[in-house]
């Protein structure tokens, strides 16, 4: 699955004559690494993909990323860290994710880089891959859907008039890792009367 991305990447990245593409966004070095830690920064070349992460994540990125370059950095950020492991290698021109980085790190990752490597910024090179699903994807998109529906139905058996929204929030959360799910993909959103109003209300 991840050499069918890495390979569409790869084709993208030689239409646009780079070398490499710098990879800051977690999302995105999760969709092509595997990695689910919080911190990271990612180095995809034609030869090798490089996952540079600090000492918390050492042990997790060398599981969770088969097939990929793990680069342990301490005492630095990661996009002094990415600068170094350019410089280590033959490119002359890499792109970088211009949507992700702050300007202060991209000055620290121009001054970071040897000044024979050409900088040119891209936008949504891995995002336009992302919005395809494979098949894979589409299997966990319906297993997903599959635990919300089982989890709604248990839910709706178990609310009764008098509890609050707040233990209602609490009641889906632990129902949805009951029946399967990892974590939610945001705070749990319970409201009734006057704050179902509210598409973003606090449960109280």
Do not use: W
């Amino acid at each position: 699955m991840r050499d069918s991305r890495l390979a569409k990447l790869r084709a993208r990245m030689q239409e646009r004559k780079l070398d490499a593409l710098l990879v800051t966004s977690i999302p995105n070095i999760f969709y092509l690494t595997g990695f689910t830690g919080s911190a990271a920064a990612a180095l995809v070349t034609f030869d090798n993909v490089f996952v540079l992460v600090d000492p918390r994540y050492t042990v997790q990125a060398t599981a969770e990323c088969a097939g990929c370059h793990v680069v342990e950095y301490a005492n630095k950020s990661a996009t002094v860290a990415l600068a170094e492991q350019v410089g280590e290698l033959d490119i002359a021109t890499a792109g970088y994710e211009a949507d992700d980085l702050t300007v202060s790190a991209f000055r620290r990752l121009r001054a970071g880089i040897p000044k024979r490597v050409s900088l040119r910024a891209t936008r949504n090179l891995i995002e336009e891959l992302r919005r395809v699903k494979d098949a894979d994807e589409i299997q966990l998109i319906r297993k997903a859907c599959a635990i919300a529906d089982k989890a709604f139905e248990d839910v709706i058996g178990q609310i009764s008039v008098g509890m609050r929204e707040k233990e209602i929030a609490l009641l889906v959360d632990s129902t949805l890792r009951r029946v399967g799910a990892d974590k939610e993909a945001f705070e749990t959103i319970a409201a009734s009367g006057p704050n179902s109003a509210c598409p973003h209300a606090s449960p109280t």
